[in-house]
């Protein structure tokens, strides 16, 4: 694939994330798919963890709007600065649903193999985000 298609690939994850398409997941995801998040409280590997990883963020955040700012391709590797634009409804981090707007940024490093994505590294903002709710 072309570093464009590739661009276009690590776009398309976050609309099929948003709308949880499992379907998208099981063609463009490699099996061997691995998430390096030092944010979360579990390892995300494969489907079943981006299926796992999904079902937190929505539980936690509603209303998620993920617009990219920008996407830098070379190769088999695209960087997506985004941010998340949601409703703080569930328990995250361990600080109860507060109902507040969160606005945080993001940066996504991916690595594609054969027009799948299989290696994902996140940087979230969690103090900005942890700030925006008033738990810090």
Same mark, same amino acid.
């Given at each position: 694939?072309?570093?464009?298609?590739?661009?276009?690939?690590?776009? *398309?994850?976050?609309?099929?994330?948003?709308?949880?398409?499992?379907?998208?997941?099981?063609?463009?995801?490699?099996?061997?798919?691995?998430?390096?998040?030092?944010? $979360?409280?579990? &390892?995300?590997?494969? %489907?079943?963890?981006?299926?796992? $990883?999904?079902?937190?963020? /929505?539980?936690? =955040?509603?209303?998620?709007?993920?617009? %990219?700012? &920008?996407?830098?391709?070379?190769?088999?590797?695209? #960087?997506? /600065?985004?941010?998340?634009?949601?409703? /703080?409804?569930?328990? *995250? =981090?361990?600080?109860?649903?507060?109902?507040?707007?969160?606005?945080?940024?993001?940066?996504? $490093?991916?690595?594609?193999?054969? +027009?799948? $994505?299989?290696? /994902?590294?996140? #940087?979230? *903002?969690?103090?900005?985000? #942890?700030?925006?709710? +008033?738990?810090?």
């Amino acid at each position: 694939m072309t570093a464009d298609a590739n661009a276009q690939l690590a776009r *398309d994850y976050f609309t099929a994330f948003a709308a949880s398409d499992e379907a998208w997941w099981r063609d463009h995801i490699a099996e061997d798919f691995v998430r390096h998040d030092p944010g $979360l409280p579990f &390892e995300v590997r494969g %489907i079943e963890g981006v299926r796992k $990883l999904g079902e937190f963020l /929505h539980g936690n =955040l509603s209303q998620i709007e993920l617009p %990219i700012v &920008e996407t830098v391709a070379q190769g088999d590797s695209v #960087l997506v /600065h985004l941010r998340v634009k949601a409703i /703080h409804s569930g328990d *995250d =981090l361990g600080v109860p649903a507060t109902g507040k707007p969160v606005d945080f940024q993001v940066m996504d $490093l991916f690595h594609i193999r054969d +027009g799948k $994505l299989t290696e /994902h590294w996140a #940087l979230m *903002d969690n103090l900005g985000m #942890l700030q925006q709710i +008033g738990a810090v």
